[in-house]
């Protein structure tokens, strides 16, 4: 998919708790699904120990359309008959983007699944982050940057109706150090053109 049009969610599938299966504890073989549609989805392995307390910490790549509003995360079970739902819980999209701290954040989250008939039947915990792209435009040219690096003073902003020269730049003062990390929440105007009257 185009960069445009999705991002990268890196998603840590950690573990589940107190699975069941028909009101029994499930005996082994849980794994897990994090789908955004029925054609985009990943998969863990299956736990062939862990029964009801299975454990994966496996990290599954997949794109989010812009559009998208939620995640299925889903448990099931793999047995000789073919793959059997234990669970599934809705990760709305607004838990991992659009609040005012930085996209690539780590967030701990935990679902409770529900079951077909929609009761509850445990817990499954994942870590989520957006995933940034490796490199960064700046006017300084494209650079090779770190997954938790932001653009620094010396980027170059285009703001609609207003047109910088070559060695006008507008950015965030940050003094004589040097930025390196995320700013958040930090409005940046163009300046302010007086007018006579």
Do not use: H
Not at 71 to 94: C, K
Not at 153 to 160: I, M, P, T
Request: charged share 25%; hydrophobic share 35%.
């Amino acid at each position: 998919m185009n960069i445009s049009s999705s991002r990268t969610l890196e998603i840590r599938v950690l573990s589940a708790e107190d699975l069941r299966i028909g009101g029994r504890s499930v005996k082994k073989n849980a794994f897990a699904i994090v789908k955004v549609d029925p054609v985009n989805y990943q998969g863990t392995k299956a736990d062939p120990v862990g029964g009801s307390y299975p454990t994966w910490d496996e990290i599954l790549e997949i794109n989010l359309p812009l559009g998208a509003t939620s995640l299925t995360l889903e448990v099931q079970r793999r047995t000789s008959s073919g793959d059997r739902l234990i669970g599934a819980a809705n990760l709305p999209v607004s838990d991992i983007i659009g609040d005012y701290t930085p996209e690539n954040y780590l967030r701990f989250l935990s679902y409770i699944l529900k079951d077909t008939a929609g009761k509850k039947n445990g817990i499954i915990n994942v870590s989520v982050r957006v995933k940034m792209p490796k490199q960064v435009c700046s006017s300084l040219g494209k650079r090779n940057v770190s997954d938790s690096a932001a653009c620094s003073s010396d980027a170059e902003l285009k703001v609609a109706g207003f047109k910088s020269s070559p060695t006008q730049k507008i950015g965030i003062p940050i003094g004589e150090r040097k930025f390196e990390g995320a700013v958040t929440g930090v409005p940046v105007w163009p300046p302010i053109i007086s007018k006579s009257w």
